[in-house]
């Protein structure tokens, strides 16, 4: 049977305006050209990501993503950190498990400097002792800080549960015993084996045109080595069948639970995106939000996703439950999982959530920032330029037997890894 | 659904011609509907999409006593349905639609909105005017409905530290105005609301004559009023609407201190509150002049008390300031510090006091204001490129006291605030204004 279902299937435009810019020294940029408002927004990222941590150091992606800041070519950190604030530029840096990731925003009128303090920011970082010494304590605050936060302990806890002796399981802000052993050595290390043009994609949105990007492609990334020396990351399959408690002295119980997923690039992603909406996904119209808050009042959210992480795709979901109701919580959730794996799910279910996918499409488009994240994302994803144009169709043409595939090869309950931390009784 | 609870952050808005150098500023229309409904329209058509809001001027400060938490209890309830679309069919709609949606509660507003492509503005405007009347609500659905009010407050309030140590020091701050009880409400009354409470609350405040619709997007104005006359245009208006008269706080006169200990605490924290005007009672400049003040003294890395705090005395990893000036009565100016290892928070807190002297004796540079000022302007700047900020900074303004007009001149404001006036701001950061907030691990 042919999906019935009338969707929007109209594209997002600003979207699919984009072009690739490449420079004269061949590096390439996705851009969005917009010059209603004067501010330009970029995007970037390096694949590598804390997976690339050195063995036995947690935490350095993560500590250098706050060290490119902190002094770099003729500034030291004060005067970097002020020459930002004077012309108002955001620059910030951050570290996933997969990627580096990095963003600027800038008003038209101080776009040269702001490129500028961006490529100071990737070649000349200055690593200096000083401010070394103040950002590790401040990582160590923020650790000490989570020490005792059920979420923060819950996802660790996940993590370290679902792949041992792999990097997905170790902490991505490190501890509070690697962080102090992280040295300058380390970063540069870091730097060199990841900052490669073969490892950079970029997607830039707003009031600039293709001549001016072309310079400040060369200029901020051209002289990037053209490849890095990641390190091998094993393939995983999240490790399951377990159920973990951690005490912790609170009234609510924090619960994560998750499966294997799938890789982003597996011919059945997308059925399983319309699969999670049903189970977990965004709307307050999902299985579980309509079981386990809207029918018995267990928690105040609840929900579940598709991580499509490259070395160990997971579906995972989260909710937080009064003690006392916390096992109910788990069962409610694992009923609702067998449900779908077991029974078809109803065309008029089906619709409803092809609807809302593809309707909902176009309002990841309405910044710049949104904008060049999703440019960003088509482009790790390797999903090609024309992915805005037809990926409304590729959800509307998921059919009730594709959910009925995807969720028995994803929803097996035996193989769960669930968390809780607090005291469930 | 969201609880929003103000920090941070003015009336960040518009473009003036200045030093962040953007030309013009945002261009919107507003106007009003016979039965008192005030709609405003910020039109940006660069993506087919609308965001449609509705703020009700009623929060958390306009409860009645010993009812704490029923407007929030209300917004959540907001979504079980009416007579015409029973049981979350309006929920259900949206999500077919393809939009997104949710609501948030303050101390002096509750807001309803959707995001969803322009074609489907008017099937929104239809549902949520439905709404401003005819909610129905039986115990059937507003009991469950209370335990999951008390999981989010567990989630958000008791299980985590710091926020119950915010929540006891804002309880300090005020001494008798409303502002001092938490938006989610105190748990042993939450457990108490029931069906007639949210009821009540509802017709006493929900009507178009106290509310303020605000449509951004891919819209024109003229669209957006025929829209509004058609759906919104027919409820009846409340014709004794309450005024919003709240329980007078008082000058301060004594300082005060919170200390919250708890042995899940690892990382101690220093917060300070000082009771100060808000845009809507301050005199003109004095609130730009603590948005000033808050910036220049708490921005992240160049900010005075960073600068003293953490890169010259090295007693504190961070250090920063907020002023919540968005409000209808005196507010409050924060000021946050977390100790460096081995620093007492006593030892820190003598350190601040010395800095803030300081401050208050000598001001700033002419460079540390001006920077100050180009973060805030280009901030406003960097808030046109999206609708939904926009529509909600609208109406935050509106709902606590505040014109649009107001809101599209604030950064030639801000940029008229002089050093002097700056320090003058200081005269509500006496320590006597104050509440001093400790976080530590064991009794200290």
């Known amino acids: 049977m042919t999906a019935k279902t009338i969707v929007a299937t109209s594209a997002p435009a600003r979207a699919t305006s984009a072009r690739k810019v490449v420079s004269p020294r061949g590096v390439e940029a996705w851009l969005v050209e917009d010059h209603a408002n004067p501010l330009v927004a970029v995007q970037f990222a390096f694949t590598g990501g804390s997976s690339q941590d050195p063995q036995g150091k947690p935490g350095v992606a993560y500590l250098m993503s706050g060290m490119l800041d902190e002094g770099a070519g003729p500034y030291d950190s004060i005067a970097f950190h002020q020459r930002l604030e004077d012309l108002a530029i955001d620059l910030n840096f951050d570290a996933g498990r997969d990627y580096f990731t990095g963003t600027l925003k800038t008003l038209t009128q101080y776009r040269d400097e702001a490129f500028e303090l961006l490529r100071l920011s990737l070649h000349e970082p200055r690593f200096e002792p000083e401010a070394m010494l103040r950002v590790k304590a401040q990582a160590l605050s923020e650790l000490r800080h989570e020490a005792n936060?059920?979420?923060?302990?819950?996802?660790?806890?996940?993590?370290?549960?679902?792949?041992?002796?792999?990097?997905?399981?170790?902490?991505?802000?490190?501890?509070?015993?690697?962080?102090?052993?992280?040295?300058?050595?380390?970063?540069?290390?870091?730097?060199?084996?990841?900052?490669?043009?073969?490892?950079l994609k970029i997607a830039v949105v707003g009031d600039i045109d293709e001549r001016v990007l072309a310079e400040e492609l060369d200029r901020v990334?051209?002289?990037?080595?053209?490849?890095?020396?990641?390190?091998?990351?094993?393939?995983?399959?999240?490790?399951?069948?377990?159920?973990?408690?951690?005490?912790?002295?609170?009234?609510?119980?924090?619960?994560?639970?998750g499966l294997p997923g799938l890789a982003r690039n597996d011919k059945d992603y997308v059925p399983a995106v319309v699969m999670n909406h049903i189970l977990g996904g965004g709307s307050f119209t999902s299985r579980l939000w309509t079981e386990v808050r809207e029918k018995r009042g267990l928690a105040y959210s609840v929900y579940s996703s598709l991580s499509p992480f490259k070395h160990g795709p997971i579906l995972a979901g989260a909710t937080s439950t009064k003690n006392e109701r916390a096992y109910e919580s788990i069962s409610v959730i694992t009923a609702e999982i067998k449900a779908l794996s077991r029974d078809d799910v109803s065309a008029d279910e089906l619709e409803k959530a092809k609807k809302y996918l593809t309707g909902s499409y176009a309002l990841r488009f309405d910044t710049s920032t949104k904008i060049a994240r999703e440019l960003l994302q088509a482009q790790l994803d390797d999903l090609g330029m024309d992915y805005f144009k037809h990926r409304n169709e590729e959800i509307a043409a998921v059919e009730a037997?594709?959910?009925?595939?995807?969720?028995?090869?994803?929803?097996?309950?035996?193989?769960?890894?669930?968390?809780?931390?607090?005291q469930p009784v | 659904m969201v609880m929003a609870k103000m920090v941070s952050a003015g009336l960040v808005l518009a473009g003036a011609k200045g030093n962040g150098g953007a030309e013009g500023a945002v261009t919107i229309s507003q106007f009003g509907l016979p039965n008192g409904l005030d709609v405003v329209v910020i039109p940006d058509h660069r993506t087919p999409v609308v965001t449609h809001m509705i703020w009700y001027r009623a929060g958390a400060a306009d409860e009645p006593r010993g009812k704490t938490g029923i407007a929030h209890f209300l917004e959540h309830l907001m979504f079980k349905g009416t007579k015409a679309h029973p049981e979350g069919e309006f929920s259900r709609t949206v999500a077919e639609l393809g939009g997104e949606e949710n609501a948030f509660t303050s101390s002096d507003y509750t807001a309803y909105f959707?995001?969803?492509?322009?074609e489907h503005l008017r099937?929104?405007?239809?549902?949520?005017?439905?709404?401003?009347?005819?909610?129905?609500?039986?115990?059937?659905?507003?009991?469950?409905?209370?335990?999951?009010?008390?999981?989010?407050?567990?989630?958000?309030?008791?299980?985590?530290?710091?926020s119950q140590l915010g929540e006891a020091m804002t309880a300090t701050a005020f001494v008798n105005h409303p502002y001092g009880a938490p938006i989610i409400g105190w748990k042993p009354e939450i457990e108490a609301l029931n069906r007639a409470d949210a009821l009540a609350f509802y017709q006493r405040f929900y009507a178009p004559n106290n509310a303020i619709l605000v449509v951004a997007g891919d819209v024109e104005p003229a669209e957006v009023k025929a829209l509004a006359e058609d759906t919104y245009g027919k409820a009846l208006p409340t014709p004794d609407l309450p005024l919003r008269m709240r329980a007078k706080e008082p000058q301060p006169v004594a300082a005060r201190k919170v200390v919250l200990s708890d042995r899940r605490v690892e990382q101690p924290l220093l917060q300070r509150m000082y009771l100060a005007p808000s845009y809507a009672t301050a005199k003109p400049g004095e609130a730009e002049a603590l948005d000033v003040l808050a910036q220049a003294m708490g921005a992240q890395s160049t900010g005075r008390l960073n600068q003293r705090l953490v890169l010259e005395r090295k007693l504190a990893v961070s250090a920063s300031a907020w002023y919540a000036g968005t409000a209808l009565d005196d507010h409050l100016f924060g000021i946050y510090a977390v100790p460096a290892q081995e620093v007492s928070l006593e030892q820190l807190e003598a350190a601040l006091d010395e800095v803030l002297a300081e401050m208050a004796q000598g001001g700033f540079s002419d460079a540390e204001l001006k920077r100050a000022k180009t973060r805030l302007v280009a901030d406003a700047i960097y808030q046109r490129d999206s609708q939904s900020a926009l529509a909600r900074n609208f109406g935050a303004a509106l709902t606590t006291g505040l014109t649009a007009a107001q809101v599209i001149e604030w950064p030639r404001l801000i940029e008229r605030v002089s050093g002097e006036e700056v320090k003058e701001a200081f005269r509500w950061l006496e320590k006597k204004r104050s509440v001093t907030g400790y976080l530590t691990g064991t009794a200290s």
């Open chain 1, 149 to 199: 936060e059920p979420n923060a302990i819950a996802r660790n806890a996940f993590a370290a549960a679902g792949f041992p002796d792999h990097p997905y399981g170790l902490p991505q802000k490190g501890t509070l015993e690697t962080v102090p052993q992280i040295t300058r050595d380390d970063l540069e290390a870091y730097r060199a084996k990841a900052f490669a043009r073969a490892e």
């Open chain 1, 221 to 257: 990334f051209a002289d990037l080595p053209s490849r890095g020396e990641l390190a091998l990351v094993e393939h995983r399959v999240v490790r399951g069948g377990e159920k973990r408690n951690i005490d912790l002295p609170i009234p609510q119980s924090v619960i994560v639970f």
């Open chain 1, 401 to 422: 037997r594709d959910i009925a595939r995807v969720a028995k090869r994803l929803l097996d309950t035996k193989r769960m890894l669930i968390v809780i931390v607090g």
């Open chain 2, 114 to 118: 959707q995001r969803v492509a322009k």
């Open chain 2, 123 to 162: 099937t929104m405007m239809e549902f949520e005017a439905d709404r401003m009347r005819g909610l129905v609500l039986t115990d059937a659905i507003v009991d469950p409905e209370r335990e999951v009010v008390l999981e989010e407050r567990r989630m958000r309030t008791d299980s985590v530290p710091v």
